[in-house]
Structure formats: C-alpha cells, structure tokens
C-alpha cells in the first residue's frame, strides 16, 4: 500500500490517532510553555511524515488540528513554531493550501514551515534547539529509526510520538531485505537478539517480545518513560500497529497515559486496554479482574511502607496497564477490607456522588508480610 492511499480514506483509526496527538500536543505545551518563558525559549511542533491538509473525506489532518489549537491560544500564538514535511509533493502542497486557508493563520507569529524532504538513514538536521513534540508517522518503517527518535527526544522537554507498524515489522524481523530497517529502527544488537527469541514463539508472546524490545531500545536511548496504544485490524482480531509515545519525563508520561486510557476500547474494572478495537469486544464472566490484581501487588511489592497514594502511583505504574484512577479503587477496596491503615481514614475524608475520596496527600501503611 503506498502512502497516498493510507491518507484516502480518514478511517475510524486515523480519528483515533490524530486526537490522541492533538491532545497530547495542548496538555504537552500548556505545561511546558510558562517554563519556556522563564527560559526565553519558544517551542516546537514537528511532524516528519505530515500528509495532506484533508483526507478524501474532508476530515482535518493532524498538522491542521494542531495549527488551529495554537491559533485559539494567546501564548501559542506567540511561542509555537511548527515544522511539517512529507516527501511527497502532492501532499505538500494539499497541506500548504491548506495551512493557508485557516481562519487567521497570520497571528502566528511564527510561519508554518512546509518540508518536502525523504528521511533517510542519517537524522535529518530540523530539531531545533528548543521543548519539541515530534510526530514520526510513517506508513511502513522506512526511514523511522532508533537514532531518529533519540533526536528527538534529545533536548530538554522534548517528546515522541511514532507510529509502529507491528504487522511489518513482525513479518520483516526475518527478511533479509529489510534487515538493514529493522536494525536501524531497534539497534543492530538488539535486533539480533529479537530474531532468536522469537523463534518458535506463538502470535502473542512474539508480539509481547516485539513491543518489549522497542521499550528496552528506546530505554537505551534515553527514553525513561514509554507507552503504546495499540491499534486491532478491522477485520480480524490481530495487531495492526501501535502509536507509541516516549518521554524522558514522567509527568507526560502520566498525562499521555490518561489521554490513551480515555480513548481504549475496553475498560475492565475501570482499567483500560489501551488499545482500539473497530469491532465490538465480547466480555466473558470470566475475564480476569484487574483492580483485584493491583491490590495484591500494592500489598507485596509495598509491605511496611509508608507512603502517599501520589507516592504509591508515581513509584509503581511505569510498564503497567494501570491509570491514577485506578491505584485510587484499590486503595479504597484494601481500606474497606481492613487490610490497610489509611490516613486520615474514612470517617475524616470527603464523599463525592455517595462514594469515599482518596486524595493524591492520603498517606497509607501497608502491613508486613
């Protein structure tokens, strides 16, 4: 499939995608742009495989909902500078029609940048100096790699989103005439040693091994934090790709995560999936309970401590399905099980709707084992 044909159709999973960009990209710059100012620094939004202003179906792309964010916000306005490129001309130049077009474009003070370059192997030198979001999108992997996203992510308050195609990555692992992408996208050494510990593996830890080897490349690479939303085909139930997000800090790590949550298919026990399903989800009587899971994991991996449930959230849900809310329902299911001391308890703490709080201050004591 050719990267035109991808952007024919703005399908339910592109939605998905762009809004998850675009409000990573508002809650991303309205933290980092009181810290910019203080610094004298602009910020940046760069995407390296932009696309066309529209889809057939007259449906905004990301770059436009990005533009229209900063046009609505004073401090945008004057702080954002935005870089877009696509190496095919025809949607440039669709892009640049479009960009044009915008109701008050021209209160940026910064002029979009239009781009239209290939990425290769080498990292193309348009990082600026300054807090940037990236947005690496390829259709396949061509010219997505691990030395690309460590750019990106280089500087202070910069962070990446990348579209991981699982399903070619998957079937390239082994293919000779991809080896050189593969090795570029996790690191010759790491992708050695993924091409042995998939051997013989079923669908599904193969995929478990796959997406654990992009985090531990990325780790590498300075990318602390890592989170991937994973995205079903429509027509069977197997990975398509993942969108996945990699930051050096953990708070956007935790505001991503809740915007990802938010936009899962399925919640179980109030837990996301983290990931889009395009034909409904049959849940059976006996799928596994999560909140009850991370109960029993607080108590073990937490006995004899003292801690805030801010403490508790931030020390354990890195590499976790879990979201604040979450860490907030255990805790009060462990409270009114008398397997924890929580305070100040109950009797001292604020109801909401009919139902007991657990403020980010609360302190709890785990027993001992």
């Known amino acids: 499939m050719t990267n035109n044909s991808f952007f024919d159709e703005f399908k339910e999973t592109s ?10 990209f508002w809650a991303w710059a309205k933290v980092i742009i009181p810290q910019a100012k ?21 449906s905004k792309s990301t770059p436009l909902l990005i533009l229209e964010r900063a046009i609505a916000d004073v401090d945008m306005r004057e702080k954002l500078i935005t870089i877009f490129n696509d190496k095919n001309s025809d949607n440039t130049d669709s892009l640049q029609q479009a960009i044009n077009s915008l109701p008050n474009i021209k209160m940026l003070k910064h ?21 940037t979001l990236s947005f690496i999108d ?41 080896e050189t992408h593969i090795n570029e996208l996790f690191g010759i050494e790491q992708a050695n040693l993924l091409r042995e510990q998939i051997l013989n593996l079923q669908p599904d830890k193969r995929e478990s091994k796959i997406v654990q080897a992009i985090g531990d490349a990325l780790q590498r690479v300075g990318g602390s934090y890592f989170q991937h939303f994973c995205f079903k085909k429509e027509d069977i139930n197997r990975t398509s790709h993942y969108l996945i997000f990699v930051s050096k800090n953990n708070r956007g790590h935790s505001i991503m995560k809740d915007i990802m949550a938010k936009k899962s298919s399925i919640l179980l026990q ?21 909140i009850n899971k991370l109960e029993d994991m607080l108590l073990d991996e937490f006995a004899g401590q003292t801690m805030t449930m801010l403490q508790v959230y931030e020390q354990h849900h890195v590499g976790k399905p879990y979201i604040e809310r979450n860490y907030k329902d255990a805790l009060l299911l462990l409270e009114e099980k008398g397997k924890i001391v929580v305070y100040p308890p109950g009797s001292q703490r604020q109801k ?3 139902k007991l709080t657990f403020a980010n201050h609360v302190k709890v004591t785990f027993p001992r084992k």
């Open 352 to 354: 909401r709707k009919g």
């Open 270 to 290: 109030g837990v996301p999936s983290f990931q889009h399903d395009q034909k409904p989800v049959q849940l059976s009587l006996f799928d596994s309970q999560p």
């Open 38 to 58: 203080k610094r004298g620094k602009n910020i940046a939004y760069i995407d390296l495989f932009s696309g066309p202003g529209h889809y057939q179906d007259g």
């Open 111 to 131: 002029k979009p940048q239009v781009l239209n370059t290939e990425i290769g192997t080498e990292v193309v030198q348009v990082f600026p100096n300054i807090p």
């Open 138 to 178: 390829p259709w396949g992997y061509k010219g997505l790699s691990l030395q690309l996203i460590s750019s990106a992510i280089a500087g202070w308050g910069c962070d990446c989103i990348f579209f991981f195609n699982y399903n070619r990555i998957n079937s390239g692992l082994n293919n000779p005439r991809v």
């Open 15 to 24: 939605l998905v995608k762009a809004e998850i960009v675009a409000k990573y």
